[in-house]
């Protein structure tokens, strides 16, 4: 108890049991009955009935200077024990003033437990169930693809219906904004890269061909894929609680009942943008991510020009197109999840956050998984 | 920190200056809460009310001035001695201001399983008790989200009396809801101040609300930045001699003219 329990309970309440001559148990009550002092007291209050099943049980409240609600909620519960008829409570002496609160309530509406939990169910009805929600996610998810893939193919043929003020705000969001965290992000990578396979290949004389190693992984793989993770986690969960946010506040009711589409009006617009910014971010981090190699190296006396005309030599315009062809699928995947996120959310005020998490996760795994789809077709396709 | 003397009063506001940003919205207000009242803070829209709401309960510090609740200053009080006030008031929000995680019991167990030491049955028995009083025994296990307007504003009361406190201030119990509705939570509203002689500090601007709950209101404006009237509603509303008074009771829509 904290001190205000402690302040409170200065006049406190207290509990005397006696067994009277006719034999009847007598629980004399005094002082102040709160929330905050009555803990003990009720919990003796209720031993002392229940240890004397057969007696007649008198409560005496006469001494009993203040009751507020906690103190009716104790004797209620007193009232409430099921007795034989010869061995029934009563309350004498309590204050007009607290016996009418007392009044307000029936004791025996009080004996049934509140409505008990939801049974548990079986696990074959778990995986029923599980399966049905999954098929229904399915058919939002094609349904989505449908209607995002027309309302684009709208804007292709209409682009001024497009609402291209939004485009260049989420393209300020999505890309400018992100510059710092994917300069950070692509400046370590290359760092990281550069040392872990310097140290290695020192031992052979080989540092020069760190500059392949970095070149290679970053304007192939590494400089599209982490950027689109980047955006996942940064903008993806933004769009998802964005319109998340908006549906939880009817304001997408508010655009249906406008005779708007939510999905050219949101989807559409963040889409575009994604599609603008993330080949510009990967192009970006891949410049930021050699250039990390190259100053690395500086310090095993390799200088730029020699580091340079090496990532110059081993990457050709084959691999930089092998991994900005990426960048449009990302974009989409990172766009269209978290639009799709936003507008499955629900209502209550954790439903936003399931669904900015939602988007995350399955846009890492997704753009992972497209990713190995992507390498696979470049090995069949041997480039 | 200066103590009221009068026994009587609960709730002095003392030359309170409110305001966002460098902005007064309220200006020098002064005013006293007496207990066991119906006390109405009524106005128009973006007068302020609401943020005198929230500057009484030491949701926000004003820019100068005192709250005192049962004598203690809320402004300076900080730690324990806040907390030890804070107890003695409980609050409905506009919107209710349920936790949406938790069902109605929970809602109302939280204060008792963080301010008392009770068994959990006991908790539990008390937090039913509430909801009884306020209509809603049978929604226990509810979500908030499964509830009305109305029954989650119920809810809210039976919440902010978990702890029994001798102030409830509600934040505009009427606004939104149909007439039957917000009837029966004046019903509610008048039963409670009866039989738990709770004071209760509520902000509206709903007039049918006002006639049937009220003791005594006071009258925010925000031309004035202030109080502009004090008393009983009904008097008000059928002999003030300002015209921004007359406005609002008789509910004019033209501006009024400035008043002598």
Same mark, same amino acid.
């Given at each position: 108890?904290n001190a205000v329990?402690t302040?409170?309970?200065a ?9 009277a001559?006719?034999g009847s148990?007598?629980?004399?009550l005094?002082?102040r009955?709160?929330?905050?002092s009555?803990a003990?007291v009720w919990?003796?209050a209720?031993?002392?009935v ?9 409560v005496?409240?006469t ?6 609600g906690?103190?009716?909620?104790m004797?209620?519960?007193?009232l409430r ?5 010869a061995?029934?409570i009563t ?6 003033q ?5 009044d307000q309530?029936?004791p025996?509406?009080?004996e049934?437990?509140p409505a008990?939990p939801?049974?548990p169910t079986?696990t074959v009805?778990d995986?029923?169930?599980?399966t ?9 998810q094609?349904?989505?693809?449908g209607?995002?893939s ?5 804007a292709?043929t209409h682009?001024h219906?497009?609402r291209?003020?939004?485009?260049w705000y989420?393209c300020?969001?999505v ?5 710092p ?7 370590l990578?290359g760092?990281?890269?550069?040392f872990e ?7 052979f ?6 500059a392949?190693?970095?070149g290679?992984a ?7 894929l982490?950027?689109?993770?980047l955006?996942?986690g940064r903008?993806g969960?933004?769009f998802a609680?964005?319109i998340?946010t908006m ?7 508010a655009?249906?009942?406008m005779?708007?589409?939510?999905v050219?009006?949101l989807v559409v617009?963040?889409i ?5 910014m ?5 192009l970006?981090a891949?410049?930021?991510?050699i250039?990390?190699g190259g100053l690395?190296?500086?310090s095993f006396?390799i200088?730029?020009?020699?580091y340079?005309?090496e ?11 092998v991994g900005m062809?990426k960048t ?8 269209g999840?978290?639009?799709l ?5 629900q209502t209550g005020?954790s439903a ?7 988007a995350?996760?399955s846009?890492i795994v ?5 990713d190995g789809?992507?390498?696979v077709?470049?090995?069949?396709l041997?480039? | 920190?200066s103590p009221v003397p009068e026994?009587?009063?609960?709730v002095?506001?003392?030359g309170l200056?409110?305001?966002y940003d460098?902005d007064?919205?309220l ?16 106005g128009?829209?973006?007068?302020g009310?609401s ?14 001035g005192h709250?005192f609740i049962d004598?203690?200053?809320?402004v300076a009080a ?6 030890a006030?804070?107890t003695k ?10 936790f949406?995680?938790?069902t109605?019991l929970?809602?109302?167990r939280l ?5 008392t030491a009770l068994?959990p ?5 008390i937090?039913r008790?509430?909801?009884?009083l306020v209509?809603?025994?049978a929604f226990?296990?509810h ?5 009305s307007g109305g029954m989650?504003k119920?809810?809210a009361?039976a ?5 029994d406190?001798?102030?409830l +201030?509600?934040? !505009? *119990?009427? =606004?939104g809801?149909d $007439?039957?509705?917000?009837a029966e939570?004046?019903?509610?509203i008048?039963?409670?101040a009866a ?5 209760f500090?509520?902000?509206t601007h709903e ?9 005594r209101?006071?009258m925010l404006?925000k031309r ?12 008000l509303?059928?002999?003030s001699?300002n015209p921004?008074?007359?406005?609002? +009771?008789r509910? !004019? *829509?033209? =501006?009024?003219e400035? $008043?002598a």
């Amino acid at each position: 108890m904290n001190a205000v329990a402690t302040e409170r309970a200065a006049t406190p309440a207290a509990l005397a049991v006696a067994d009277a001559a006719d034999g009847s148990r007598v629980l004399a009550l005094s002082g102040r009955l709160d929330s905050y002092s009555i803990a003990g007291v009720w919990r003796a209050a209720r031993a002392a009935v229940e240890s004397a099943p057969d007696r007649r049980i008198v409560v005496d409240a006469t001494a009993v200077d203040y009751c507020d609600g906690g103190g009716v909620a104790m004797l209620v519960d007193l009232l409430r024990q099921p007795r034989a008829g010869a061995a029934a409570i009563t309350i004498r002496g309590l204050k007009p003033q607290f016996q009418t609160l007392l009044d307000q309530f029936d004791p025996r509406a009080f004996e049934a437990p509140p409505a008990p939990p939801a049974p548990p169910t079986s696990t074959v009805e778990d995986i029923g169930r599980i399966t049905a929600q999954l098929f229904r996610d399915l058919r939002t998810q094609v349904a989505f693809i449908g209607e995002t893939s027309s309302a684009l193919w709208f804007a292709f043929t209409h682009p001024h219906r497009v609402r291209w003020k939004d485009v260049w705000y989420e393209c300020e969001q999505v890309g400018a904004n992100a510059l710092p965290i994917v300069s950070l992000i692509s400046f370590l990578l290359g760092v990281i890269l550069a040392f872990e396979s310097a140290v290695p290949m020192r031992q052979f004389g080989a540092e020069i061909f760190v500059a392949d190693l970095v070149g290679l992984a970053i304007i192939r793989e590494l400089g599209p894929l982490m950027t689109a993770i980047l955006l996942a986690g940064r903008s993806g969960a933004a769009f998802a609680a964005e319109i998340g946010t908006m549906k939880v506040n009817e304001e997408l009711n508010a655009l249906t009942t406008m005779g708007l589409d939510p999905v050219r009006f949101l989807v559409v617009t963040r889409i575009i943008a994604a599609l603008l910014m993330v080949p510009l971010l990967s192009l970006y981090a891949n410049l930021v991510g050699i250039l990390a190699g190259g100053l690395t190296m500086l310090s095993f006396n390799i200088p730029l020009v020699t580091y340079f005309h090496e990532v110059d030599s081993i990457v050709d315009m084959k691999d930089f197109l092998v991994g900005m062809v990426k960048t449009p699928v990302f974009a989409t995947l990172i766009a269209g999840i978290g639009c799709l996120r936003g507008l499955q959310t629900q209502t209550g005020a954790s439903a936003v956050g399931i669904s900015a998490t939602r988007a995350v996760v399955s846009g890492i795994v997704l753009l992972v998984a497209v990713d190995g789809i992507f390498a696979v077709i470049y090995y069949i396709l041997d480039v | 920190m200066s103590p009221v003397p009068e026994s009587d009063v609960v709730v002095r506001v003392e030359g309170l200056v409110a305001g966002y940003d460098g902005d007064v919205l309220l200006q020098n207000v002064s005013f006293t809460v007496n207990r066991g009242e119906v006390f109405v803070i009524l106005g128009g829209s973006g007068c302020g009310k609401s943020t005198l709401l929230k500057h009484m309960i030491g949701l926000y510090a004003p820019m100068a001035g005192h709250v005192f609740i049962d004598g203690e200053d809320i402004v300076a009080a900080e730690g324990p001695q806040r907390r030890a006030i804070l107890t003695k008031i409980g609050v409905m929000y506009q919107s209710g201001a349920l936790f949406g995680s938790m069902t109605l019991l929970e809602n109302v167990r939280l204060p008792l399983e963080e301010y008392t030491a009770l068994d959990p049955g006991a908790m539990n028995l008390i937090a039913r008790m509430k909801l009884k009083l306020v209509g809603l025994e049978a929604f226990c296990g509810h979500m908030p989200s499964e509830l009305s307007g109305g029954m989650q504003k119920r809810a809210a009361i039976a919440r902010a009396m978990a702890l029994d406190p001798g102030i409830l +201030f509600l934040d !505009e *119990p009427s =606004a939104g809801l149909d $007439p039957i509705t917000s009837a029966e939570l004046d019903a509610l509203i008048l039963r409670l101040a009866a039989s738990l002689h709770i004071t209760f500090v509520i902000v509206t601007h709903e007039l049918p609300s006002i006639y049937a709950i009220s003791d005594r209101v006071i009258m925010l404006d925000k031309r004035a930045r202030g109080i502009i009237a004090e008393g009983d509603p009904k008097v008000l509303r059928d002999t003030s001699d300002n015209p921004w008074v007359r406005q609002f +009771f008789r509910r !004019e *829509p033209e =501006a009024a003219e400035e $008043p002598a």
